[in-house]
């Protein structure tokens, strides 16, 4: 993957009550971002084990994936024609016990053009991994921009 292909790591680190609320990491195209493109996917690894609390909750989804060091969480933000997969909201529940640290890449979407062609139809199950466990989730989900 060429540097132009993905964002810097994001090192971040959550104390006791820290939490994120829940957001999309698919951006609003401004001219300042239009040169790399929308994030298309994000890779979450954690770097250490949360005794209590911490896990990143997909509440579209259904699902939360609990931090264990040395794991990650992979998901596309986009469907293939560009627009945002709503499914993909997403935060971080408050730590309870412990510490978390975690490190984000994003990919961007121009250096992936070849690769992530337009479809004519957006897929309606998702595929999940988390924990180990993969997991489907065929529901349709109705868009809406928050």
């Known amino acids: 993957m060429r540097p132009s292909s993905a964002e810097e790591l994001q ?4 104390a006791f009550g820290g939490h ?3 957001h999309m990491d ?3 195209l401004t001219s300042e971002t239009m040169d790399r493109g929308d994030r298309i996917a994000t ?12 896990s990143t909750a ?3 989804a259904g699902v939360a994936a609990r931090p264990v060091k040395g794991s990650a969480v992979f998901w596309n933000n986009l469907f293939s024609s560009g627009n945002p997969d709503e499914r993909t909201w997403h935060g971080a529940c408050p730590v309870i016990m ?3 640290w975690v490190a984000n890449k994003w990919i961007r979407y121009f250096d ?3 690769t992530h062609q337009c479809k004519s139809q957006q897929p309606s199950q998702m595929d999940f991994k988390v924990n180990g466990k993969k997991l489907k989730f065929k529901q349709p989900v109705v ?4």
């Open 98 to 100: 412990g510490e978390k």
């Open 58 to 60: 997909f509440p579209m």
């Open 11 to 14: 090192v971040a680190s959550y």
């Open 26 to 28: 698919a951006l609003r």
């Open 43 to 54: 890779f979450m690894f954690y770097l250490t084990d949360v005794e209590k609390g911490g």
């Open 20 to 22: 994120y609320e829940v």
């Open 112 to 114: 992936q053009m070849q």
């Open 143 to 146: 868009p809406t921009r928050r």
